[in-house]
């Protein structure tokens, strides 16, 4: 079992910056997988970035450089550094923990780019 908790999420300005963070408790946490995915109003759940248990990682296309993924495994951390954010990155955000079959998911966190 995995538990996800989330923070780093608010209201920022267009072309402003957030960093969102997930801290992960209750397992090995170096041996899964981590991602962050996003939900905006009336859309489907999509990935933004994920990083494997080895450090790789991978984006979507729309991030286009703007996001960097990162992860401590001493500190059982995820963290998701986003610039450039613009109104339609506006959603809310999960953290995800993926090994084998076993998926885990954060309570989620908003995100709203507005000026």
């Known amino acids: 079992q995995v538990q996800l908790v989330e923070s780093g999420g608010g209201l920022v300005q267009p072309g402003g910056s957030l960093r969102l963070s997930c801290v992960a408790s209750?397992?090995?946490?170096?041996?899964?997988?981590m991602g962050w995915y996003r939900q905006a109003p009336g859309k489907q759940r999509e990935l933004v970035a994920a990083i494997s248990s080895g450090g790789s990682t991978n984006y979507a296309a729309f991030v286009k450089g703007r996001f960097t993924i990162s992860r401590d495994n001493v500190k059982k951390m995820v963290n998701l550094q986003m610039s450039s954010l613009n109104a339609e990155d506006t959603a809310v955000y999960y953290c995800?923990?993926?090994?084998?079959?076993?998926?885990?998911w954060g309570q989620g966190t908003q995100v709203t780019v507005s000026s």
């Open positions: 995800n923990a993926q090994r084998s079959i076993n998926t885990y």
């Open positions: 209750g397992s090995i946490f170096s041996i899964y997988a």
